[in-house]
């Protein structure tokens, strides 16, 4: 009765209304003619890619449809066998450059193998395929002069390419121009890097690699049951040629050469490295610790089942709903579909209710813990090499940052006591040898006193104070030797916030605290660091007027997110616009040092090698005798940007990656 109005507005709401006058003449709403190559272009660039095959297939069939099509030419493929022919195509090759598209089996350095490689040179195309009994020292030696020499190799994915050929002892070197890595930082927010979508981004409808023209490709029997393989292998040899000019345009139009050159080509050769050698783990304490793990487990599970009354299955969310909140008559916060959730976030709020939601944390926490890393890591360790090989990606974060995978190295907690001990596990993977770690110090607080120019984190960071502390003080007004451990906790809460772009509600969630309390730290701080809300505000108006946040080295990323008439998203696009040249800033800090570190490692001989990168953290392995490595590390992490505060960089030698936290 209460909302007896609103309930009849809503019925009147619901009701299409049939009785409006329409004056609109249908005839006059008939589609006529249309711009075809406008809607293809548009479908291309929204990445509509079904709708827009679609589209060419029916009209370009129906109404000869003129949209600038020109067939690629068809390239004549010719074999090693052919002596003649292949010295005048490298002599070619040297003169134009080469594209150079493959085809690779594995999924990392331990099982990767190369299957067949097409090295284009204009209208020619030479075709390798790799097995045990046909590839030979003229075939090696062919490659080796084509991959090593001081004109351009186009190639896509081209670390995969060198971790490949590096398994047969073949080289590439520099000048390369990566086709995937050019996308990536022309736009680093694509669902997808690979040859076919940048393909269809860029040049689809504009060059059509015609099916009645790819009989061209590979008409001798080179490959024999191998011929359409290797057929697409040269069609893509064509595709790199087309994108390369195209992306170049694009990559001189932003800005971003140097970037581009200097830092993601040869971080390519890098990250092919520290793939190569892989990171070492001791197996009889990952054994031990699974053995642990399997106890504190079991431990927890009889304890979860004691406060429940009963044993179910703690990992069926359907069953824990139903002890929390119908056994145990726990407040539900959060209702999915299929009934109430019993995410992490539910359960941290049930704490302060039952003893029961913290065990089923720590269940949880110390399961993912066991089934990722000590169940798995080592069945990951390689036979011929007794280590484990990730991949490392260049092109799978918005940010910039790099990332890992098969298996993800980068997040093993480090908080908890598993997490930790797990680290442990880590160790040099030869005798004798240490690890060094590096770590740059509030990295992204740094870059934010550099951007905001703010006189008080500037001052700050140039006298070393501890920043944390300078805050707490600040916020709840009293000396810096009076700041409380949980003062300073709060206060580093409030400072990575204002990196992140988090505003009241988020820090009120993340601490737990009340909205007002929230507000008073964030105004507090605004106060005191002016000029940081001054710059959180240009951040946003400028990312909104260009479309676009940018880092100081010039990567852009789009952020559409700030025109939606989405509050949320929007309020998100706020966030990224803050975020991301600070984040982003110190993601391409980071890539610089460790390009410049390998570079003078190898310059200088050493047999110290780069394993790992973690975010802000670098880790290697030595031989005793090269401590000068830590001089080297720190003179290139210190001095990989020129700020207006001192990039502080903190390392230590370990016998574990354990040791280091």
Same mark, same amino acid.
């Given at each position: 009765?209460?909302?007896?109005?609103?309930?009849?507005?809503?019925? #009147?709401?619901?009701?299409?209304?049939?009785?409006?006058?329409?004056?609109?003449?249908?005839?006059?709403?008939?589609?006529?003619?249309?711009?075809?190559?406008?809607?293809?272009?548009?479908?291309?660039?929204?990445?509509?890619?079904?709708?827009?095959?679609?589209?060419?297939?029916?009209?370009?069939?129906?109404?000869?449809?003129?949209?600038?099509?020109?067939?690629?030419?068809?390239?004549?493929?010719?074999?090693?066998?052919?002596?003649?022919?292949?010295?005048?195509?490298?002599?070619?090759?040297?003169?134009?450059?080469?594209?150079? *598209?493959?085809?690779?089996?594995?999924?990392?350095?331990?099982?990767?193998?190369?299957?067949?490689?097409?090295?284009?040179?204009?209208?020619?195309?030479?075709?390798?395929?790799?097995?045990?009994?046909?590839?030979?020292?003229?075939?090696?030696?062919?490659?080796?002069?084509?991959?090593?020499?001081?004109?351009? #190799?186009?190639?896509?994915?081209?670390?995969?390419?060198?971790?490949?050929?590096?398994?047969?002892?073949?080289?590439?070197?520099?000048?390369?121009?990566?086709?995937?890595?050019?996308?990536?930082?022309?736009?680093?927010?694509?669902?997808?890097?690979?040859?076919?979508?940048?393909?269809?981004?860029?040049?689809?409808?504009?060059?059509?690699?015609?099916?009645?023209?790819?009989?061209?490709?590979?008409?001798?029997?080179?490959?024999?049951?191998?011929?359409?393989?290797?057929?697409?292998?040269?069609?893509?040899?064509?595709?790199?040629?087309?994108?390369?000019? $195209?992306?170049?345009?694009?990559?001189?139009?932003?800005?971003?050469?140097?970037?581009?050159?200097?830092?993601?080509?040869?971080?390519?050769?890098?990250?092919?490295?520290?793939?190569?050698?892989?990171?070492?783990?001791?197996?009889?304490?990952?054994?031990?610790?699974?053995?642990?793990?399997?106890?504190?487990?079991?431990?927890?599970?009889?304890?979860?089942?004691?406060?429940?009354?009963?044993?179910?299955?703690?990992?069926?969310?359907?069953?824990?709903?139903?002890?929390?909140?119908?056994?145990?008559?726990?407040?539900?916060?959060?209702?999915?579909?299929?009934?109430?959730?019993?995410?992490?976030?539910?359960?941290?709020?049930?704490?302060?209710?039952?003893?029961?939601?913290?065990?089923?944390?720590?269940?949880?926490?110390?399961?993912?813990?066991?089934?990722?890393?000590?169940?798995?890591?080592?069945?990951?360790?390689?036979?011929?090499?007794?280590?484990?090989?990730?991949?490392?990606?260049?092109?799978?974060?918005?940010?910039?940052?790099?990332?890992?995978?098969?298996?993800?190295?980068?997040?093993?907690?480090?908080?908890?006591?598993?997490?930790?001990?797990?680290?442990?596990?880590?160790?040099?993977?030869?005798?004798?040898?240490?690890?060094?770690?590096?770590?740059?110090?509030?990295?992204?607080?740094?870059?934010?006193?550099?951007?905001?120019?703010? *006189?008080?984190?500037?001052?700050?960071?140039?006298?070393?104070?501890?920043?944390?502390?300078?805050?707490?003080?600040?916020?709840?007004?009293?000396?810096?030797?009076?700041?409380?451990?949980?003062?300073?906790?709060?206060?580093?809460?409030?400072?990575?916030?204002?990196?992140?772009?988090?505003?009241?509600?988020?820090?009120?969630?993340?601490?737990?605290?009340?909205?007002?309390?929230?507000?008073?730290?964030?105004?507090?701080?605004?106060?005191?660091?002016?000029?940081?809300?001054?710059?959180?505000?240009? $951040?946003v108006i400028q990312a909104r007027k260009l479309g676009y946040a940018e880092t100081l080295s010039g990567r852009r990323r789009?952020?559409?997110?700030?025109?939606?008439?989405? #509050?949320?998203?929007?309020?998100?696009?706020?966030?990224?616009?803050?975020?991301?040249?600070?984040?982003?800033?110190?993601?391409?800090?980071?890539?610089?040092?460790?390009?410049?570190?390998?570079?003078?490692?190898?310059?200088?001989?050493?047999?110290? #090698?780069?394993?790992?990168?973690?975010?802000?953290?670098?880790?290697?392995?030595?031989?005793?005798?090269?401590?000068?490595?830590?001089?080297?590390?720190?003179?290139?992490?210190?001095?990989?940007?020129?700020?207006?505060?001192?990039?502080?960089?903190?390392?230590?030698?370990?016998?574990?990656?354990?040791?280091?936290?």
């Amino acid at each position: 009765e209460e909302n007896r109005e609103i309930a009849f507005l809503s019925k #009147k709401l619901a009701i299409i209304e049939t009785d409006i006058p329409v004056t609109l003449d249908l005839e006059e709403a008939r589609l006529g003619l249309w711009n075809e190559r406008e809607v293809v272009d548009s479908l291309s660039a929204l990445e509509f890619k079904t709708l827009q095959r679609r589209f060419l297939e029916k009209f370009g069939e129906e109404k000869d449809m003129d949209v600038g099509e020109q067939d690629i030419l068809p390239a004549r493929t010719i074999g090693v066998d052919d002596k003649e022919e292949v010295e005048s195509f490298i002599v070619q090759a040297k003169k134009k450059g080469i594209g150079v *598209p493959y085809r690779i089996s594995g999924g990392n350095y331990c099982n990767v193998r190369i299957e067949q490689i097409a090295i284009s040179a204009e209208d020619r195309v030479l075709l390798l395929y790799f097995d045990e009994s046909s590839f030979d020292d003229e075939e090696k030696s062919i490659l080796e002069k084509l991959l090593t020499g001081a004109f351009e #190799k186009s190639i896509h994915d081209a670390k995969n390419l060198i971790i490949s050929l590096a398994k047969l002892g073949i080289e590439i070197s520099l000048p390369v121009f990566d086709t995937s890595i050019a996308a990536y930082v022309e736009n680093p927010s694509l669902p997808s890097y690979s040859l076919d979508n940048l393909w269809e981004k860029n040049i689809a409808g504009k060059v059509v690699v015609d099916e009645k023209d790819r009989g061209g490709y590979g008409q001798q029997e080179l490959f024999k049951t191998k011929e359409d393989e290797a057929l697409e292998v040269a069609i893509d040899a064509v595709r790199i040629s087309h994108l390369v000019p $195209c992306l170049k345009e694009k990559l001189e139009n932003l800005g971003v050469v140097e970037i581009f050159e200097r830092v993601e080509i040869p971080l390519v050769f890098t990250l092919a490295r520290m793939e190569k050698e892989g990171v070492s783990i001791d197996l009889e304490i990952f054994k031990k610790l699974q053995s642990e793990a399997n106890s504190l487990l079991l431990s927890l599970e009889k304890e979860i089942h004691a406060l429940a009354g009963h044993p179910f299955n703690i990992s069926s969310p359907k069953q824990l709903a139903r002890v929390l909140f119908e056994e145990l008559g726990l407040s539900p916060t959060k209702k999915t579909k299929t009934g109430f959730s019993t995410d992490s976030s539910v359960l941290e709020a049930l704490q302060s209710e039952h003893e029961i939601a913290g065990k089923i944390l720590e269940y949880r926490e110390n399961a993912k813990l066991k089934s990722t890393y000590l169940d798995t890591l080592p069945a990951l360790v390689c036979k011929e090499t007794g280590r484990i090989h990730c991949n490392f990606n260049q092109t799978s974060t918005t940010t910039g940052r790099i990332s890992s995978s098969n298996p993800n190295l980068q997040n093993i907690p480090i908080r908890t006591k598993l997490g930790k001990r797990i680290r442990e596990g880590f160790i040099p993977g030869e005798k004798g040898w240490k690890l060094l770690v590096a770590d740059y110090s509030q990295i992204e607080l740094r870059v934010l006193a550099h951007m905001s120019e703010d *006189p008080l984190l500037l001052e700050a960071f140039e006298r070393d104070a501890d920043i944390h502390t300078e805050t707490a003080s600040s916020i709840f007004g009293v000396p810096a030797e009076q700041v409380t451990s949980d003062m300073r906790r709060l206060a580093k809460m409030v400072n990575f916030g204002v990196v992140y772009g988090m505003g009241y509600y988020g820090l009120s969630s993340r601490l737990g605290i009340s909205m007002e309390e929230a507000t008073n730290y964030i105004d507090s701080y605004f106060s005191r660091y002016k000029g940081v809300k001054e710059y959180r505000e240009n $951040c946003v108006i400028q990312a909104r007027k260009l479309g676009y946040a940018e880092t100081l080295s010039g990567r852009r990323r789009l952020i559409p997110e700030l025109s939606s008439d989405n #509050k949320q998203i929007r309020e998100l696009g706020e966030r990224l616009a803050i975020n991301t040249p600070l984040q982003g800033t110190a993601a391409d800090i980071i890539k610089k040092a460790m390009v410049d570190v390998d570079s003078a490692i190898l310059s200088e001989g050493l047999k110290a #090698k780069m394993i790992l990168q973690i975010h802000d953290e670098l880790l290697f392995e030595f031989p005793p005798e090269e401590e000068r490595l830590v001089g080297i590390v720190r003179d290139s992490m210190s001095g990989a940007y020129k700020l207006k505060v001192p990039l502080k960089v903190e390392m230590g030698i370990y016998e574990n990656w354990g040791e280091a936290k």
